[in-house]
């Protein structure tokens, strides 16, 4: 079980990354060094991950249809 706040710092955390990558590209090069971001798609994805993991830590139910829970 995650707890609401280690849910809601890793939120904030896949939050930046999207931010960073918005405002400074996916990859960037220094030195002859390149750093590439991880894909926006990973990243969209996480994002929605812990806004479950938050929703669940905080109480919220899924839509149950029977025995299956739709998060």
């Known amino acids: ?4 706040e280690l ?8 939050l930046k990354v999207e931010e960073d990558i918005a405002i400074g ?6 030195k002859g060094r ?3 971001r991880v ?9 929605k991950l812990w806004e479950v ?9 899924g839509i149950r249809f029977g025995k299956a829970v739709i998060w």
């Open 1 to 4: 079980m995650y707890t609401v």
């Open 7 to 14: 849910c809601e710092a890793k939120l904030k955390l896949w």
């Open 25 to 30: 590209g996916q990859s960037y090069e220094v």
């Open 34 to 36: 390149k750093l590439t």
């Open 39 to 47: 894909d926006m798609e990973e990243v969209r994805e996480q994002i």
């Open 53 to 61: 993991r938050l929703s669940r830590a905080k109480g919220a139910e």
